[in-house]
């Protein structure tokens, strides 16, 4: 795809991805974007490489505007591999002026791609660079999502070039928010925040209060993955302030792994307790949901109840798989329970019940475990269970301040 003008003299000069459909863990079934921007003034500047395989897509676009060769300012504001990737070879080939990054960005240019010998030019927060008749602000932001990350803002126009906060895996040919249903675009942004962005809420707080500080308010976001925000830019900066929060709603999820369907017929059973106290609910079985959209629904959820069967003295594989990574995203303010069925030894019911307290979860209970199949006082039991994790999640809704931005 060539570039599409987004301001005056400023394109996105990006690349789709379509066919990605693993990102570091995280399921991507509609593909991704790497986005650049070029910006034409007295200094020619791209911001942003992409991952190396679609170098070539990227120069083509550029061609289309200017001969790369011209571009006098490389901006690198992340050096994950996503964007970086294609770095070494556009340093070659254009020969910048100057390399701009954080004072971590270099470290960790260096740290990749072993050369000291480019032109570095290291920005602060609040460091300014002239490219002409615009300007650009820096802002280091740290941990969002690596320790080298920074944003670039043109202050004449107002656009934040944002990194990879504000961004979605989803690949698609338009470019801009209000070209594309804002439901989904919603939707792909919450998955991103869930995967990428939650164990650093407390950081997104900060950033958002950062600008609002500063009286930073973008006319336009241009994440370095998705749509660029220009219709409901107030809208997805609202949105991050409710996830960073991690504000639920009245909804529980039901994440299981099931050998012969009586840790099945347990999580049925304890979403009927659940929704009997009002609490929604959606079950997920292990062997049909991927753990990164398990995560989109642990965002806003409430509470979260947990159940495996027991297999060679512990948790069914795919649930490690799960807990290791909710555990890495540092989900906050849940409350929730372990449940499962056993055999004769029946481990997994406390080793779930200890990850989630390590995940500081609240728990109703010490979990619930039921032999072999569960009979109608099992199920009942579990019907019960639902019931005492819906109240408890619903006495803390009602407890915790009210803050809406
Ligand atoms: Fe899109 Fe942290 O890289």
Not at 179 to 197: M, Q
Not at 351 to 378: C, H
Request: proline share 4%; with cysteine.
């Amino acid at each position: 795809m060539g570039p599409v003008q987004i301001k005056d003299n400023i394109y996105w000069v990006g690349v789709l991805d379509w066919d990605i459909r693993d990102f570091h863990g995280y399921s991507t079934p509609k593909g991704t974007t790497y986005n650049s921007y070029l910006v034409i003034d007295e200094k020619i500047t791209l911001f942003d490489g992409v991952k190396r395989p679609f170098k070539n897509d990227l120069l083509e676009s550029i061609c289309k505007i200017v001969d790369p060769r011209r571009i006098d300012y490389l901006v690198v504001n992340h050096v994950e591999m996503d964007h970086s990737g294609s770095i070494p070879e556009l340093v070659e080939l254009i020969q910048p002026e100057k390399v701009v990054c954080s004072p971590m960005g270099k470290k960790t240019l260096i740290d990749h791609f072993n050369r000291d010998d480019w032109p570095f030019h290291v920005v602060e927060t609040g460091h300014q660079l002239k490219l002409g008749k615009k300007t650009v602000s820096f802002f280091e932001t740290r941990m969002l999502h690596w320790p080298d990350s920074m944003m670039s803002y043109l202050t004449e126009d107002r656009i934040l070039i944002s990194s990879d906060a504000f961004g979605e895996h989803w690949a698609t040919s338009e470019r801009f928010d209000d070209e594309v249903d804002s439901a989904e675009l919603f939707s792909h942004a919450a998955k991103y925040y869930a995967n990428i962005l939650l164990l650093y809420s407390p950081l997104v707080q900060k950033l958002i209060a950062k600008f609002a500080q500063a009286g930073i308010e973008p006319a336009m976001i241009a994440p370095d993955h998705g749509l660029i925000w220009r219709k409901d830019v107030g809208g997805i900066v609202s949105a991050y302030g409710r996830w960073s929060r991690q504000e639920s709603l009245k909804k529980a999820i039901v994440v299981y792994d099931t050998m012969w369907y009586a840790t099945a017929s347990m999580a049925d059973a304890i979403g009927e307790g659940l929704k009997q106290e009002g609490l929604d609910f959606k079950l997920f079985d292990l062997k049909c949901n991927h753990r990164s959209d398990i995560m989109t629904e642990v965002l806003d959820a409430s509470a979260i109840v947990i159940g495996s069967a027991t297999i060679n003295n512990g948790m069914m594989p795919a649930m490690a798989d799960m807990l290791t990574y909710m555990k890495g995203l540092k989900p906050h303010g849940k409350v929730g329970g372990a449940f499962g069925s056993y055999g004769w030894s029946g481990e997994a019911v406390k080793q779930i019940s200890d990850w989630m307290r390590e995940m500081n979860i609240s728990l109703v209970n010490d979990g619930l475990r039921v032999k072999f199949t569960p009979k109608k006082q099992d199920l009942e039991k579990c019907v019960e269970f639902g019931r005492q994790v819906a109240r408890a999640a619903l006495e803390k809704m009602e407890s915790a301040p009210r803050t809406r931005s």
